[in-house]
């Protein structure tokens, strides 16, 4: 009996019970690196910002045959319509291919990147209609292939068809193929599929996300029938776990109304970095009226009342600023009244929005004159970075009603109100002379290598920064190595990529603001790059008034420690940020750390305060890979004490990448390279690029989420 005859049995008798789905039919990825069935991609793409990170073991092999093998995916939703992915290959983890490779052994272990991209000009009743590519423009292509598909969903049924073409010897995914995915319950469903060579069915089980709290979805698939003439087997299988990359997405918020004042205009002037128009603060003039002596006692007197009063809510609300862990705190007022706040932003050390949105919130929690202004200046190390005007009322409005507030933004310093009465003496809470404890993981790894699917060496990384005054500070960066792969060790194959012990940086930085939007920082100190050098480096940057477009210089010159050697490295380079859809692009060029000469392209989709970038560079070298971001630390840090601070990594990074345009895949190591400290004009002081009037104008929502979140 035909093994396809129990397989359609079971489905008929599933097709006669209660359909339970009820829901959207999900979507999950496949085992060859798409969303999709068993080998076949669906039209379908993961939504962007969810990541997902799968294993399977039906290993394609030279597209010859199926073995048990190791697959690794790790996909991402990087807009929308768009998926990318990676994939390793591999027939065994840890076997050294140069050896079996001379004892006659025929093994893979090969790294490919994907993508697939869903038309979005159909309409959405119609059908879904994607294209896409698997193993694109890597050395050594083992899985080229590009496809273009259309699916269908009806009731619990999802039907997926296309053409395809490969370099498959066996024929996969290289012709017309099609499938069907049925999902009568929402954590089961059937696949069946034709691959363009041979029909696959299988079955997934999805954990239900609360077992997992809320963290993610887990999937477990099984391709349980094959007719396929090239697999010794007919059962693989695959787990896979998604999530969000980030919680504080764009889309997690709620949407801000528009406002019935003049809010679009103030959003438009802030675009352009225009300052605060003396109209916020002045009411329409009324026609003149004699008053008796009495009378005008009277309101003399209770204009007393409500400059007491005024008083009394300013001084409640530098109390609260400094309470919530702010520094350089210093609010003040005018008989306007104007309400100034100056302060640092020490704990929201992910992004200085939440920051920006609490100590607004304040505001208008404590100010209740519905007449008063405010200003407010977010500096660092007082060094003015932005400044926000606006109408109390109106920010009021926004908290309680969400509806757009009238706020006029600025980059760098503000135009402090004439007449302002400080409260208190001075600024409270200093930022200097408290060490700042920064602990997150230091990793060097390969992927897919003749010696190991993955080898790495893992390092616990400290830098302390004390700042000393304006702009100033000393940043110290040592580490200890906690665990090395074989390959890793002293004196192995990947020992010069290892992670070492001891002190990697002790550096002195000082930063200035310049006229017309300009910064300056240098760093002078000892440098660990493998070799112990004693180095400078001058970065120099333009930020527009909107804050969409950064211009740069960075340059660095090295004196090698240990013998009559220097080098240097000069590089330029220009970012723009396009805020409505949360995306940067950098374009950089000159000649780098190692020497090597050329450009670097990078693009950046951000997720909340994580990315997911994609980049390439052309030097002696050409290079394709794809990074990803998060931040290892909470969203609120703990305040800065007297004693100092402890917080993690506020932006962690690791990448994989790839050679393209090449017969071969050699390793390339530190191309396209500059030097970093924890402490740049871009971490430090511009919030990761993100630091500008028109970013959080398009991040209002957040504004509001976070004052409501951490008042």
């Known amino acids: 009996m035909s093994k396809l005859t129990p397989i359609l049995a079971s489905s008929l008798l599933s097709l006669s019970l209660p359909s339970g789905a009820g829901e959207i039919l999900k979507n999950h990825q496949n085992f060859t690196g798409s969303t999709g069935i068993v080998n076949t991609p669906s039209a379908k793409v993961l939504a962007p910002g969810v990541i997902d990170i799968g294993y399977n073991n039906q290993l394609n092999l030279r597209g010859a045959e199926y073995l048990d093998g190791y697959n690794y995916i790790f996909s991402a939703g990087i807009w929308s319509g768009l998926e990318v992915s990676g994939q390793i290959a591999s027939s065994t983890m840890h076997d050294n291919m140069f050896k079996t490779k001379a004892l006659g052994e025929d093994q893979l272990r090969d790294l490919s990147f994907n993508a697939k991209y869903q038309i979005p000009f159909v309409p959405e009743d119609w059908f879904d209609l994607a294209i896409g ?17 259309a699916s269908k969903d009806w009731l619990d049924f999802r039907f997926s068809t296309g053409v395809s073409s490969s370099k498959s010897q066996i024929g996969l995914m290289d012709g017309v193929f099609a499938g069907v995915e049925w999902q009568p319950l929402e954590w089961f469903a059937l696949q069946l599929e034709h691959d363009a060579e041979a029909v696959n069915a299988a079955a997934r089980v999805t954990v239900p996300k609360a077992w997992l709290f809320d963290l993610g979805t887990l999937t477990l698939t099984s391709r349980f029938y094959s007719n396929t003439d090239h697999s010794d087997k007919d059962t693989y299988y695959g787990i896979n776990f998604s999530m969000p990359l980030s919680e504080q997405s764009r889309t997690d918020y709620q949407v801000i109304k528009p406002a019935p004042d003049n809010a679009a205009v103030m959003a438009h002037l802030s675009e352009q970095g225009a300052k605060p128009m003396q109209s916020l603060e002045v009411k329409a003039s009324e026609p003149a009226q004699v ?48 309400i100034v706040v100056k302060f640092e932003n020490p704990i929201f050390n992910r992004n200085d929005l939440d920051a920006i949105g609490v100590v607004l919130g304040r505001v208008a929690q404590y100010i209740s004159d519905d007449s008063a202004s405010y200003t407010v200046q977010l500096s660092k190390h007082d060094i003015p970075l932005l400044s926000l005007s606006g109408q109390v009322d109106s920010y009021r409005q926004f908290i309680t009603e969400g509806t757009s507030p009238g706020v006029v933004i600025r980059q760098g310093m503000m135009d402090v109100p004439g007449g302002v009465a400080w409260i208190g ?51 110290i960066t040592a580490q200890t190595v906690v665990a090395d792969t074989e390959d890793f060790e002293a004196g192995d194959t990947f020992e010069a990529r290892r992670e070492r012990d001891g002190l990697e940086r002790a550096v002195f930085y000082q930063t200035l603001d310049l006229p017309f939007g300009l910064y300056n920082q240098t760093q002078v100190g000892f440098f660990r790059e493998y070799y112990d050098y004693t180095g400078i480096i001058n970065e120099t940057a333009w ?26 490295y000069h590089v ?22 190692k020497r090597d000469k050329g450009m670097k392209v990078e693009t950046k989709f951000w997720f909340g305060d994580s990315y997911v970038s994609i980049y390439a560079y052309d030097t002696d070298v050409q290079v394709a890979g794809i990074s990803f971001s998060i931040p290892l630390t909470p969203r ?55 630091l500008s009037g028109s970013y959080v104008y398009a991040n209002l929502a957040r504004l509001r989420e976070a004052y409501l979140t951490f008042k």
């Open 133 to 149: 590519g698997k193993d694109i423009g890597g050395a050594a292509n083992k899985y080229e292939s590009y496809f273009v598909v």
């Open 291 to 338: 008053v008796s002596r009495s009378q005008s006692d009277e309101l003399s007197s209770a204009k007393e009342v409500n400059i007491s009063e005024l008083n009394i809510e300013i001084r409640a609300l530098k109390q609260a600023l400094v309470a919530d862990g702010f520094e350089n705190v210093q609010v003040g007022a005018n008989r306007e009244p104007v």
């Open 543 to 568: 930020i527009s008034p909107s804050g969409r477009h950064k211009l740069y210089n960075t340059y660095g010159f090295f004196d090698y420690q240990d013998y009559n050697e220097d080098r240097d």
């Open 425 to 475: 003496s001075g600024t409270v809470n200093s930022p200097y002379f408290k060490p700042r404890l920064t602990l997150g993981p230091a990793l060097s790894s390969t992927y897919a290598t003749e010696l190991g699917v993955y080898d790495f060496s893992l390092a616990l990384r400290a830098d302390l920064e004390v700042p000393v005054w304006r702009g100033a500070g000393f940043n």
């Open 636 to 690: 609120k840090d703990m305040a800065v004490s007297e004693y100092g601070q402890v917080k993690g990594n506020q932006a962690w990074r690791h990448g994989v990448s790839t050679r393209i345009g090449e017969d071969t895949n050699a390793l390339v190591y530190k191309k396209g390279y500059t030097p970093e400290t924890s402490v740049s004009l871009d971490r430090t002081y511009f919030n990761q690029g993100r």
């Open 572 to 593: 330029m380079g220009y970012q723009y940020h396009w805020v409505e859809q949360d995306i940067s692009f950098h374009l950089s060029g000159g000649e780098f750390w």
